[in-house]
């Protein structure tokens, strides 16, 4: 018999590379300690540890506050730990976050959350956390973050695409813990991680734009970098942003933005809020795509991550 749980996958990044540039020992050394206090900050926040997999962390937790409260407070602690360490060994942190049923056999765990926690993890980058709609529904503002939509994401071995969001841990404190800001050397660091294009198309009109030539406006304004001449479009009605590594739209419309990315039935609405886009798919300026004289904007991306080392 399961129970209801939320289950956390916390893995290291790049750590063939640390083993390359420590050798074997001392980044054995150095993997085994940081897996350790990953799990210690597991179970002061109420979770336990199932188990610990080379470079990552499996804990359970009964309450989503807990899970998020535990891999938040391991992301800001990393961080702090990263300004001590040469550029050429950072091992940064990812994790994904899932809420449902679990089974405990034999001290291990199986089910459905934890397939789709592990599954989060893999697809999430350095220093992100992804979860699904199931765990931010159970979360309050006192958490003190804000959760950017990821869209519906159709997961290996899931039929259908599942709601996710990435945590913004970085923007907010958490009961009065002050958020670090990342000094210029990070941020270059982290702008020359990636680069990408997104392509853009509205009946006649084409355009293609790199991450290097954002924010891109959408909207019937001649000031609109893209111009969609439709009266129920806002003059300046989104706004196309790079952001650590992702093209994020933003709405700043009166009558809302709706993305729908492909291979999805789903419609994402923004109002006055942002959404990350990934793939390719279609944006709805003004009115839903239910309406079939809707502005339509076809997008699609490409973006690379070169390796650090």
């Known amino acids: 018999m399961g129970v209801q749980a939320t289950v956390v996958f916390a893995d290291l990044t790049e750590s063939t590379a640390f083993f390359d540039a420590l050798g074997n020992e001392k980044a054995t050394r150095a993997v085994t300690r940081l897996t350790q206090w990953i799990g210690d900050v597991c179970v002061a926040n109420q979770g336990r540890v199932v188990k610990k997999l080379g470079d990552g962390v499996l804990a359970v937790f009964t309450t989503a506050s807990d899970a998020a409260n535990a ?39 199986y089910g459905d959350a934890v397939n789709v926690a592990s599954r989060l993890s893999d697809l999430s980058g350095a220093n992100q956390i992804w979860a699904t709609e199931a765990v931010v529904d159970q979360l309050d503002d006192a958490l003190g973050v804000r959760f950017l939509s990821l869209g519906p994401v159709t997961l290996r071995g899931k039929l259908e695409p599942l709601s996710l969001y990435r945590v913004e841990w970085q923007e907010t404190g958490i009961g009065g813990n ?17 680069e990408g294009q997104i392509h853009l198309s509205y009946l006649n009109l084409s355009q293609t734009l790199s991450s290097a030539q954002m924010p891109v406006h959408l909207g019937r304004s001649a000031q609109a970098e893209f111009l969609v001449d439709d009266p129920r479009v806002s003059r300046l009605h989104a706004r196309i942003e790079w952001r650590n590594g992702a093209f994020v739209l933003v709405d700043l419309s009166s009558f809302g933005t709706w993305v729908r990315f492909a291979g999805s039935d789903t419609d994402v609405p923004l109002r006055r809020d942002e ?9 709805a300026l003004g009115v839903p795509f239910n309406d079939l004289s809707s502005p339509t904007v076809i997008f699609s991306l490409s973006v690379s991550h070169p390796s650090l080392y």
């Open 71 to 109: 891999v938040i407070e391991i992301q800001r602690g990393h961080q702090l730990r990263l300004l001590k360490w040469p550029a050429a060994i950072r091992m940064e942190i990812k994790a994904g976050i899932a809420s449902g049923e679990v089974v405990e056999v034999d001290g291990d765990c």
């Open 275 to 283: 959404c990350l886009l990934h793939g390719h798919g279609e944006i």
């Open 178 to 194: 002050v958020t670090m800001q990342a000094t210029l050397g990070q941020i270059s660091r982290r702008d020359a991680q990636s």
